[in-house]
């Protein structure tokens, strides 16, 4: 008898829950509501070497009619390597036709990366290439990003004029406050092209006294390069830890760019637990697609 939406729903949920409580902080809900979450696999937990990103999307139809929509993301995993690791994906999911498999897939992959270590293959050099583009950048790196399929994505870009001089400010937008247990979330957004506008938008932010104030203010920009078609990218977690780098994660799921989000903390006394990250990024996603 093929399995009632009903069911197919509560298998997703106790898959979901499992696997939280399996991965930890490793297992990250980037998007409730359109099921899509992220976990990060490494080959030992003390000093891994290699470290590959697995992203899902959960179909309505999975895990009885189909299977989960899913990215491998790793700056060393090309060609042969990704075929491979892609196959025995594949046939994971058919000899286990009907029934939940994100854990069988974690662990294969997590097999091939023990594996990779204890071969004589080189360390994957994953070094990020800086490139000065201001005298003053910091830590900006330049990532080569491979978009997710493009037609789930909406395409959010904001296209700001050439002529527009770096040090001009530009408009910040304001979203909807989220308050859960007396912790208050709030994002801005404001459309950027230059690493010296991200820094004006910050300084304008904080000196609005409220958002000075704040626990945390937690950012993450992508300017896409023309140029070089890569994107110059980055975040901050500002004390909340491993904040910045899902926001990041978000944005570049979204496939957004020329655009920084800062999302603004008050915490108000009361542990949220992983409840934070999905405060953060719901409030960044609903002021990205307003």
């Known amino acids: 008898m093929a399995a009632s939406d009903t069911e197919r729903a509560q298998q997703q949920i106790d898959e979901i829950e499992a696997l939280s409580s399996i991965y930890g902080d490793d297992w990250c809900v980037v998007d409730e ?13 003390d000093q891994p070497k290699w470290t590959l990103c697995l992203q899902v999307i ?19 995993l090309r060609g042969q390597d990704y075929t ?26 997590r097999e091939v990366l023990v594996e990779k270590a204890q071969s004589s293959d080189p360390e994957p050099d994953i070094k990020k290439t800086t490139e000065e583009v201001d005298e003053d950048d910091g830590d900006d790196f330049l990532l080569d990003y491979q978009p997710i399929q493009e037609d789930q994505i909406k395409m959010l870009n904001y296209v700001t004029p050439e002529s ?9 937008h304001h979203g909807n406050p989220i308050t859960d247990r007396r912790s208050t979330f709030q994002a801005h957004l404001a459309p950027v092209v230059t690493v010296r506008q991200v820094k004006r938008v910050l300084e304008k932010l904080y000196e609005n006294k409220k958002i000075a104030s ?16 890569t994107f110059l990218q980055d975040c901050e977690d500002d004390g909340e830890t491993a ?20 999302v603004s903390r008050w915490y108000g006394g009361i542990l949220l637990g992983p409840d934070r990250f ?8 609903n002021v990205l697609v307003e």
């Open 58 to 76: 959960l179909p309505p139809g999975y895990p009885a009619a189909e299977p989960p929509i899913y990215q491998l993301n790793a700056p060393w």
């Open 33 to 45: 509501d359109e099921k899509i979450y992220c976990i990060k696999i490494s080959d030992c937990l």
């Open 214 to 229: 704040a626990t945390h203010n937690i950012y993450a920009y992508r300017i896409y390069c023309e140029d070089k078609q």
């Open 164 to 172: 527009q001089e770096d040090e001009e400010l530009p408009p910040i």
């Open 243 to 262: 904040a910045g780098g899902r926001l990041l994660h978000l944005m570049q799921i979204l496939n957004v760019h020329n655009v920084l989000v800062v």
């Open 278 to 285: 999905k405060h953060i990024n719901n409030c960044a996603r």
């Open 84 to 109: 491979e690791l892609a196959n025995s994906l594949e046939e994971i999911y058919v000899q286990n036709l009907g029934e939940s498999i994100l854990y069988l897939w974690v662990e294969k992959i």
